[in-house]
């Protein structure tokens, strides 16, 4: 069985009338390389006529992000030319790489008639010999995503990258990764085994679960040691967890606002080619 190095909770962090918890960077997590951060908005439900998620165009370099719709939706923009609105149970995967400008906004419906909104974002560090590599986006809603089921259907697990029982992840990942989103009834189970060596990324989102032994309700995020290969979780209630594994890289990383590089420099260097129009214009 995998050790269980640590549980963290998400610290409340709101944004404008976003409620919003993160329990990754924290002054106790730093980060579990290669993932290096995490937003999780809501639950909440918006009136009618709202403002929507206030997250309008803002540049990025050297990282990528994978956003978990569970309910309302996000409108993505970017000066790639991308464009997209996803709904519950849908995912979006960007690569910013060298570098773009982006916003998540909310729908025009969205805003007018408003409604429960959750939704969470991870950032994904890239590697070093990657990190300027040319942008890219894909969004794809629930029914794109191929799901596989444990337990006798007690467990559903939307497969997003990498390949579990035979089931392929809908994204092609920029680096080897394994990442689902799973749907757990109350009493549903199932078992993982992950190598030793990679790094896994456990967050509750909803619900609670026992975890390698160890009661964890939602909204925290499990920290493993590296030793032992078997994960063993069974839902105490009906719960929704992200998981994922990876190698780490194991590079030094420096991260500054929106930009995810290996040095100071290349941080200077991010704003000043973001100031000088090398991300791409913002036409919309």
Do not use: C
């Amino acid at each position: 069985m995998r050790l269980i190095k640590r549980i963290h909770k998400a610290e409340y962090r709101p944004i404008a009338d976003l409620v919003t918890y993160s329990p990754m960077p924290t002054r106790s997590l730093q980060q579990i390389d290669p993932f290096i951060f995490l937003n999780h908005h809501g639950f909440q439900t918006y009136p009618e006529r709202n403002q929507g998620l206030p997250f309008g165009p803002h540049p990025h370099r050297g990282m990528e992000t994978v956003t978990f719709i569970l309910e309302g939706d996000i409108m993505h923009k970017d000066s790639s030319g991308h464009e997209s609105v996803i709904g519950p149970g849908g995912v979006q995967y960007m690569t910013a790489g060298s570098g773009l400008i982006h916003a998540e906004v909310s729908s025009t419906d969205f805003k007018r008639n408003g409604g429960d909104l959750e939704i969470l974002q991870l950032w994904l560090n890239l590697p070093a010999a990657k990190k300027m590599i040319t942008p890219n986006y894909v969004g794809l809603q629930q029914e794109e995503i191929p799901t596989l089921d444990l337990d006798g259907g007690k467990v559903k697990a939307q497969q997003l990258f990498g390949e579990w029982n035979g089931v392929k992840g809908a994204f092609e990942g920029t680096f080897p990764l394994t990442m689902s989103t799973i749907y757990m009834e109350k009493g549903g189970k199932f078992e993982k085994e992950i190598a030793a060596e990679e790094n896994i990324f456990f967050y509750i989102v909803r619900g609670e679960l026992n975890v390698n032994g160890s009661e964890v309700m939602f909204r925290n995020l499990v920290e493993f040691e590296n030793s032992g290969e078997k994960i063993e979780v069974e839902a105490l209630e009906d719960a929704i967890l992200i998981l994922g594994h990876a190698l780490p890289f194991n590079e030094p990383m420096v991260a500054q606002g929106p930009f995810v590089m290996n040095t100071q420099k290349q941080i200077q260097e991010a704003y000043a080619d973001y100031q000088n129009g090398k991300f791409g214009t913002w036409n919309h």
